[in-house]
């Protein structure tokens, strides 16, 4: 009996390794099935500040795996306080995040100073410090402060993922930020341009400027686009306004 199965082994598994071939993956490793804990929502936000005024603008496309999630996206801007705003790109779940931590963090600081709201660097301050101590596995967002400042002017500040900041008068995020800058560097900061001075534009140059900017863009990049809202904040206020774009 025992030999008779030891004969029936020999002959079936030598059939079977005969018939078998080996597949490996291409590459010599596998390609499929890549997680990762981030991914890009798409879309661009950009801000100008100026001489009693800032202009916080973001598109209302919201994409995924190039796919259109909804065009009536309005996470992009988020406002802190009646003078300070704040716009990301990146990972919505991520900013939606975000903006709930420094959503709390002011509410506790009025709590704390008897009702007084935190300035616009105050801010910037805050989320430089809430990013970089998040920097083992930061938030993917890449963030602007913009917001009048202590004196009626407006201020903006760029970040990148850790939180490294500097006070600027423009900035731009997001997947079209690299079509809307450089016209900034040019029409703003005068920085290619040989002896001349930056450009002090008015609150109505700057947003004709950022109009330019965004519809330009909507034609080069596919994931701005559908509109984009711009909230204008001055010593008086913070007033709206939206321009359609390509829907396509």
Not at 52 to 67: E, K, M, S
Not at 128 to 134: G, I, P, Q
Not at 172 to 189: K, N, Q, V, W, Y
């Amino acid at each position: 009996m025992i030999e008779d199965h030891c004969e029936y082994q020999k002959r079936y598994y030598s059939k079977k390794l005969e018939n078998s071939t080996l597949t490996l993956p291409r590459g010599g490793r596998k390609q499929d099935n890549e997680w990762s804990p981030y991914t890009d929502n798409g879309g661009t936000a950009a801000a100008i500040s100026g001489k009693g005024y800032v202009i916080i603008a973001g598109d209302t496309r919201l994409n995924g795996d190039f796919c259109i999630n909804t065009r009536h996206d309005e996470s992009k801007l988020f406002q802190l306080t009646p003078k300070t705003f704040l716009a990301s790109g990146g990972m919505q779940a991520d900013r939606l995040q975000l903006q709930q931590v420094l959503k709390y963090q002011v509410e506790w600081y009025k709590y704390n100073n008897g009702g007084q709201t935190p300035s616009t660097p105050a801010i910037a301050q805050l989320l430089s410090t809430v990013l970089y101590r998040r920097r083992s596995f930061p938030y993917y967002t890449f963030n602007i402060i913009g917001g009048i400042d202590e004196h009626g002017n407006g201020v903006c500040y760029s970040y990148d993922a850790v939180g490294c900041t500097e006070p600027l008068n423009y900035g731009t995020t997001g997947t079209a930020s690299s079509f809307i800058e450089p016209l900034m560097d040019c029409l703003i900061r005068r920085s290619n341009m040989v002896s001349q001075a930056p450009a002090e534009l008015t609150k109505e140059e700057a947003l004709v400027m950022l109009k330019n900017a965004f519809t330009g863009a909507a034609e080069r990049d596919i994931f701005t686009g559908d509109a984009v809202r711009f909230y204008i904040l001055t010593r008086d206020g913070c007033t709206t306004e939206v321009l359609p774009l390509r829907k396509d």
